[in-house]
Nanobody, 123 residues
């Protein structure tokens, strides 16, 4: 049984920072690429970032380039998303996903998803 769990969401003022974390159970953590996605009410889910199985390469949506950083610690079996200079448009439920492949590529779907964590950016 595979479980995925995010943490670290909350309320932050514009320009502030948050770090999201994601842990998994029931699968070999370092065998798979992992990704962060987000979805706001009335909008489609979008991929924020993806990192390959070793952490040697990563991708970012244009809207977060230069502000967000994805990383992973395979020893601690934890995925992170460091979010800096947050903007109100970053407000969304953020999801962690994993499983299915080792390398990030457009069109690939992850097999396992967490329940999400709410990030709200507001003054």
């Amino acid at each position: 049984q595979v479980q995925v769990a995010e943490s670290g969401g909350g309320l932050v003022q514009p320009g502030g920072s948050l770090r999201l974390s994601c842990v998994t159970s029931g699968l070999t953590f370092d065998n798979y690429a992992m990704g962060w996605f987000r979805q706001a009410p009335g909008k489609e889910r979008e991929r924020v970032s993806c990192i390959n199985w070793t952490g040697s390469s990563s991708t970012y949506d244009d809207s977060v380039k230069g502000r967000f950083t994805i990383s992973r610690d395979n020893t601690q079996r934890t995925l992170y998303l460091e979010m800096d200079n947050l903007k109100p448009e970053d407000t969304a439920v953020y999801y962690c996903a994993t499983g299915g492949y080792r390398y990030c590529r457009d069109g690939r779907e992850f097999k396992y998803w967490g329940p999400g964590t709410q990030v709200t950016v507001s003054s």
